[in-house]
């Protein structure tokens, strides 16, 4: 059983099309990190959120912590073709927890 | 910096053979893991080190056996291989066990017959 839940599991959208991508899980955590994972490469850290409530830009993408600090949302605004990827959402317990990802294809 | 490397990138066992993982750091982290990677699985932590001389267990580490001499260096050994063990497996390493930035390798694609 997956600690976090992420949804959808794949998302197929056209060039400039907005899309978001949800983490969510019944624990609390610390903080929450989002990686981006292209293929045949280890994940890239994009973001770490630590407070409830807490939304970080970073250009097109938007990142927000759940007031109650157990879900999150990743929210990509006039999507590229380089925004294809696995999208993973990791929870800060003890240790850095995963969910399954998000696969994320843009189509020019 | 090379930052974390893994090697081998490929490698094709049959079962109940052995074989080590290599994985390295030049950012003198003190935090080093071991995760693999299933489709629809996300990443699951196999082993982790806080320090040369320190592991411990993570969600999924039967089979598996670590250890940490140096603080670059942090293998993972495949006792007797089996099919359940095809998959991906990444080495990071971090400043942190958690709240920071976790440094992942480029991955070693294991493939057991």
């Known amino acids: 059983t997956q600690l976090l839940e992420q949804s959808p599991q794949f998302l197929s959208i056209q060039e400039g099309e907005n899309l978001t991508v949800y983490c969510n899980s019944s624990?609390?955590?610390?903080?929450l990190q989002w990686y981006r994972q292209e293929p045949g490469e280890g994940p890239v850290l994009l973001v770490t959120v630590v407070t409830g409530g807490e939304v970080k830009k970073l250009k097109r993408l938007t990142f927000q912590f759940g007031d109650a600090r157990k879900d999150s949302s990743l929210h990509i605004t006039a999507a590229q073709p380089g925004d294809t990827g696995l999208y993973l959402c990791?929870?800060?317990?003890?240790?850095?927890?995963f969910g399954a990802g998000t696969t994320v294809t843009v189509r020019a | 910096n090379a930052g974390v490397t893994q090697t081998p990138k490929f490698q094709v066992l049959k079962t109940g053979q052995s074989m080590t993982l290599q994985c390295a750091q030049d950012?003198?982290?003190?935090?080093m893991s071991w995760y693999r990677q299933d489709p629809g699985m996300g990443l699951r932590l196999i082993h982790y080190s806080v320090g040369a001389g320190i592991t411990d267990q993570g969600e999924v580490p039967n089979g598996y056996n670590v250890s940490r001499s140096t603080t670059e260096d942090f293998p993972l050994r495949l006792l007797s291989a089996a099919p359940s063990q095809t998959s991906v497996y990444f080495c990071?390493?971090?400043?942190?066990?958690?709240?920071?930035?976790?440094?992942f390798g480029p991955g070693t694609r294991l493939t057991v017959l």
């Open positions: 950012m003198n982290h003190e935090y």
């Open positions: 624990s609390v955590f610390s903080s």
């Open positions: 990071a390493s971090s400043y942190r066990l958690t709240g920071n930035e976790q440094f």
């Open positions: 990791a929870g800060n317990d003890y240790k850095l927890s």
